[in-house]
């Protein structure tokens, strides 16, 4: 039965803990629950980061990274955003292999030569992810915006957030077959409602890996699958172990789950 990879977002562990204990300190676990991939996240950094650093100490634990960065692509006025060739320098000097990075005020017809110049022998791939904005959340402009790009043949994925469809109400399962085709990596969160009503990130219920496993036939077989939901408890290890094995399993071909 195949182990497919497990990322880990490192704001999984809780914004405040993370800032005060900064994100290389939570490497080693990830290494050791055996997820293959460290999300870093930019807006966790409590002081400008030490790339060398975050790049030795990824190398040394054999894990891979990816550099999630608050950044909307495109502005409101439609132009690509400034911050995009420095962001992506900065991922790579982490040790990253992928800067995620939401949509932004994308319009179709928006001209990518830019980007494409931009993305032209860069060693780190872009992600797009859906987030929860109006802007950058909803199917039809996503669909718009990877159409474009592969019409450019530009080597952009999309980042698959599970639960920020929520947030725009859009229907998950209808995404993920008309973007299922772009998807490189698969944010997985449950998504419930607090006391104050408002929609929070939540670990899984079996309910929720059910689900995730019809979704993931859409996707790209084995494409690696990320822990973004909190991770709490005594024994972080354990917490964090148990929840990467139960992402590893999800997508196998049905006929290897009905021997499993």
């Not at 190398?59 to 502005?75: F, I, K, N, Q, V």
């Not at 952009?156 to 209808?174: A, R, Y």
């Amino acid at each position: 039965m195949p182990l497919y990879p497990v990322s880990v977002s490192l704001s999984s562990y809780g914004a405040r803990q993370v800032r005060e204990r900064g994100q290389a300190s939570f490497l080693p676990l990830l290494a050791l629950a055996g997820a293959v991939r460290a999300e870093l996240r930019e807006e966790l950094f409590a002081a400008p980061p030490d790339p060398q650093a975050l790049a030795s100490a990824v190398r040394e634990l054999g894990l891979d990274c990816l550099y999630s960065a608050p950044l909307e692509l495109w502005t409101e006025e439609g132009r690509l955003a400034d911050a995009l060739a420095p962001t992506l320098a900065l991922a790579g000097a982490c040790g990253a292999r992928w800067l995620k990075v939401s949509l932004g005020h994308y319009r179709a017809g928006n001209d990518l030569s830019e980007l494409a110049l931009q993305l032209a022998g860069e060693p780190v791939q872009l992600l797009v992810e859906n987030d929860q904005t109006a802007q950058g959340g909803r199917i039809a402009a996503l669909q718009a915006f990877f159409a474009a790009a592969e019409a450019r043949a530009l080597d952009i994925g999309m980042t698959f957030d599970i639960g920020n469809w929520l947030w725009q109400e859009q229907p998950v399962d209808e995404a993920a077959r008309r973007l299922g085709r772009y998807v490189r990596y698969v944010h997985c969160k449950a998504v419930g409602r607090n006391a104050d009503g408002k929609r929070v990130a939540l670990p899984p219920e079996p309910v929720d890996l059910q689900h995730w496993q019809r979704l993931l036939r859409e996707f790209p077989p084995g494409v690696p699958r990320a822990i973004e939901f909190p991770l709490q408890g005594e024994d972080l290890l354990a917490v964090t172990q148990q929840h990467i094995e139960a992402l590893a399993r999800l997508g196998q071909p049905q006929e290897e789950r009905s021997h499993a």
